[in-house]
């Protein structure tokens, strides 16, 4: 696992951080779980909050919640009612994205709070399942890609 070895893992964020170069946004949405493990170390280096999207049932205070299919069924995924303030511009993190179906979950959630998603960024993208295509009009960027699959 690239989290496991030192270098790998700064390769990972230095590269995650790089991707976001020139974008303006206030705060990362990171998703559960390794959307954490990477996007909580670039909302500190970056000096912006940081929004745990979590799976149902797992956030402490008032949530609104996306259901959203999966290539083996189906989830849903929360975020807190008073994360995001109208116009706030939001930078979603996670580590891979096969089929969007995530993204688009966290997506739809920070627009029903007023805020605009600035910028989708993986650690990895296996660009044969076609994830993009459900993310079409965001500024989506992956640090590896994977042409196959």
Do not use: W
Not at 24 to 42: C, Q, W, Y
């Amino acid at each position: 696992s690239v989290l496991q070895d030192p270098e790998g893992l700064k390769l990972c964020i230095h590269e995650m951080m790089y991707l976001l170069e020139g974008v303006e946004f206030d705060l990362i949405l990171g998703t559960e779980a390794r959307g954490f493990l990477v996007g909580m170390p670039i909302a500190y280096n970056k000096h912006k909050g940081f929004i745990a999207a979590r799976k149902k049932g797992k956030l402490p205070r008032e949530t609104i919640c996306k259901e959203y299919a999966l290539e083996y069924g189906a989830d849903a995924i929360e975020i807190h009612k008073d994360s995001i303030f109208p116009g706030q511009r939001v930078v979603i993190v996670d580590d891979l994205t096969p089929q969007g179906g995530t993204s688009k979950a966290c997506i739809d959630l920070v627009e029903e709070l007023g805020g605009q998603v600035v910028k989708i960024i993986f650690v990895m993208e296996l660009a044969g399942l076609k994830g993009r295509e459900l993310l079409k009009g965001y500024d989506v960027a992956s640090a590896l890609v994977y042409p196959g699959i």
